[in-house]
């Protein structure tokens, strides 16, 4: 069974630092992975998706990619108290009936002033 | 961008009882809509997906005779919620692809129906 991996925190972060999130994934097929930023009764929003190794910044947000490890990375640096939300890596799978992406169980963020 | 409308945001139902929740693309065509249910403090779990003019697949442990899937359009997918129970309490949301949007796939989610089964 293809699988998505994330530790499901509570993950605490001091304002202003760097908020490290982690993922490893199963299929070794799988070319594009995204994070999801989820508040509390509210659904999905995409932050960042990456399909190259290495890095990819967008403002505050740096996803980094290493298909060899199987492994993906969101950075969001000067982290403020809005950023405090469940963060959902995602990952692509290809089969028979279509290609769709599947979620890991969520790492929750909680950035204290 | 892309948006997806998903309706209704709430429902309450009786148990035993039908309930019937839409989703759609505004401004795009979704050849390819997902469904996902979400528990309490869980992830997202794929239910199905659905294919304009053809069947749903569904994903293992999911039963389609109780959860219908029905892609009539490109712009709109339904998902009913047969002889309900309280166990089918979730958060159900769709996702939308939109084959334009290119190399990050399209994947457009609505805001998703809270349903709770009395």
């Known amino acids: 069974q293809k699988e998505v991996e994330q530790n499901s925190g509570p993950l605490s972060v001091p304002e202003g630092a760097i908020a490290s999130l982690n993922c490893t994934y199963s299929d070794r097929g799988s070319q594009s992975f995204f994070w999801y930023r989820q508040y509390s009764g509210k659904s999905p929003e995409l932050i960042m998706f990456?399909?190259?190794?290495g890095d990819k910044e967008d403002g505050r947000f740096t996803a980094q990619l290493n298909k060899a490890s199987q492994y993906v990375s969101l950075l969001i640096r000067d982290s403020q108290p809005s950023d405090s939300a469940t963060y959902l890596c995602?990952?692509?799978?290809?089969?028979?009936?279509?290609?769709?992406?599947?979620f890991g169980s969520g790492t929750r963020l909680s950035i204290r002033p | 961008g892309a948006v997806v409308s998903q309706h209704p945001s709430w429902v309450i139902c009786k148990s035993g009882t039908s309930v019937k929740i839409e989703c759609r693309s505004l401004d795009f065509q979704a050849t390819t809509m997902f469904w996902y249910r979400q528990f309490p403090k869980q992830s997202l779990m794929l239910m199905a997906t659905?294919?304009?003019?053809?069947?749903?697949?569904?994903e293992q442990g999911v039963e389609k005779d109780k959860f219908l899937i029905n892609h009539a359009s490109l712009t709109l997918s339904t998902l009913t919620v047969t002889s309900a129970h309280p166990e089918d309490s979730s958060f159900y949301i769709c996702?939308?692809?939109?084959?334009?949007?290119?190399?990050?796939?399209?994947?457009?989610f609505g805001s998703g129906t809270r349903l709770t089964v009395v």
């Open positions: 990456i399909y190259s190794n």
């Open positions: 996702s939308a692809r939109d084959p334009s949007q290119g190399d990050n796939y399209g994947y457009t």
């Open positions: 995602a990952v692509n799978i290809d089969d028979s009936s279509a290609s769709k992406i599947i």
């Open positions: 659905s294919n304009e003019g053809s069947k749903a697949t569904y």
